[in-house]
């Protein structure tokens, strides 16, 4: 390490080689004979540089007169980015001045590091830029060797939250929710998203209806007005405050939880009828069992049942069978659980076919020995009628909304959780590119 006798003397080859190094391109950071040494910096060896910032004399940033002399050096220890997994720090003299009119010190500043602060700005933007993966705020901090703190410091300080436009809204909107963070008003967060380009339009941490309403109401009537056709799930609650705050948008409900109504309903009336088995009977029991094992045959679709090709089934004795030997075998244990899968896998064929008349008709006519509780489940669609004909109509789904639920979970869960849902929605925004570093 340089004293600081000698740090005045500039070595020119040194001094070239270390700023190339060190990519500093202020000519006023000179470097010393003797500038680079190891030394121990809370208490891990660590790779030091050692320089001077200086320039001649301003006028005082206080009074404004020129009556400022140098005054000294004061030294500061700023961290740079590690090299080889090891510390790396600029120990850089800065000139003080002084003020004989206002008596008012400063000290020389420099791009190459912010006024008061002890990380470089080439570390902060590493880190910045290391926030747009999916990798923890922790490993970021064990990566440059600073606290997680830090690395929240950067987050607050380097990205701008995106500027709500009240007289913009997306024609075409999904809509849906994730479970958000502990410190999150309601149970579940809000987001919603742009039918036409997939890309995530706002975050919101509440999904009641009264939060909504307030939000969307920002937003100008000629914007909400401008909405045509919003996607969403089964619950009421959307369905009520689309109505409120967007007059002439269509409502169409995901295709998939139709499908998964239906799914669910005789996933049900599968486990209803292995229920009413006996446990008793020996032969009951392997039924049951065969009821429970190739649970997914027996939800599969149709078309997709293999007639032709033999497979062991270790239920069956180990015999060779096709899969819809099964399938049949499976059907006649019950005559309730067999009425209900001809329903199904009718609703199933309507609705991959687009028929909503022929959908809504099979509905309307279902057989009256059908059993109350799947009835119920299906009847169930007839309160979303016009919603799923328009999500037969119309090509929009929650398919690109599902994909960033997706990447919100693996955020989370690479990250272990977040503690408050600001970091969480500002990783959620950063990783989709939707803030710009400022």
């Given at each position: ?9 500039k ?33 891990r ?30 030294d ?21 001045f ?5 008596h ?18 080439a ?9 747009k993966?999916k ?5 970021i ?17 380097f ?17 849906d ?16 998203s ?27 009537y ?26 002439n ?49 027996i939800l ?9 090709s ?24 019950d ?22 008349k ?18 119920k ?13 328009n999500a ?12 960033k ?11 272990f ?20 570093i400022?």
């Open positions: 390490m340089s004293s600081i006798k000698n740090i005045k003397y070595d020119n080859c040194l001094d070239k080689t270390i700023k190339q190094i060190l990519n500093i391109h202020d000519s006023n950071i000179t470097f010393p004979k003797d500038a680079v040494s190891k030394e121990k910096v809370h208490d060896m660590a790779t030091v540089f050692t320089g001077r910032l200086s320039y001649p004399s301003p006028r005082c940033e206080c009074c404004g007169y020129d009556s400022v002399i140098h005054h000294g050096y004061k500061s220890w700023i961290q740079l980015l590690p090299y080889q997994e090891v510390s790396t720090y600029l120990h850089l003299y800065k000139q003080r002084y003020c004989k009119q206002c008012h010190t400063f000290s020389a500043k420099t791009y190459y590091v912010a006024e008061n602060c002890y990380l470089s700005q570390l902060k933007f590493a880190i910045a830029v290391d926030l993966k990798i923890s705020m922790k490993d901090a064990q990566r440059y060797l600073v606290s997680a703190k830090t690395v929240e410091r950067v987050l607050d300080s990205f701008e939250e995106p500027r709500l436009k009240p007289n913009y809204l997306p024609k075409h909107l999904l809509i929710e994730f479970k958000g963070t502990k410190d999150c008003q309601g149970a579940m967060c809000f987001i919603l742009d039918a036409d380009t997939g890309k995530i339009f706002d975050i919101l941490e509440d999904r009641r209806s009264f939060k909504l309403i307030a939000y969307f109401m920002r937003f100008t000629h914007a909400r007005k401008n909405v045509s056709h919003v996607v969403m799930d089964m619950n009421a609650g959307y369905d009520s405050v689309t109505k409120v705050v967007f007059p948008a269509r409502i169409s409900i995901d295709r998939f939880h139709v499908i998964q109504q239906l799914n669910r309903a005789f996933n049900k009336q599968r486990i209803k009828t292995m229920n009413h088995l006996k446990k008793s009977d020996p032969q009951a029991m392997k039924k049951y069992r065969k009821l429970k094992k190739y649970w997914r045959t599969k679709k149709n078309r997709k049942i293999n007639y032709s033999l497979k062991q089934y270790p239920l069956f004795q180990r015999k060779y069978l096709t899969e819809s030997e099964v399938l049949d075998y499976l059907l006649s244990i005559e309730h659980l067999r009425t209900s899968y001809d329903v199904y896998q009718n609703l199933l064929d309507a609705f991959d076919a687009k028929d909503y022929d959908f809504y008709e099979r509905i309307d006519h279902l057989p009256p020995m059908l059993d109350p509780a799947f009835k489940a299906i009847l169930y669609l007839n309160k979303h009628k016009q919603a799923i004909i037969l109509k119309y090509p929009y789904s929650n398919g690109k909304l599902e994909g639920n997706n990447l919100i979970k693996v955020i989370k869960r690479v990250a959780g977040f503690r408050t849902f600001h970091h969480l929605r500002m990783r959620i925004l950063i990783q989709q590119n939707l803030c710009d400022i």
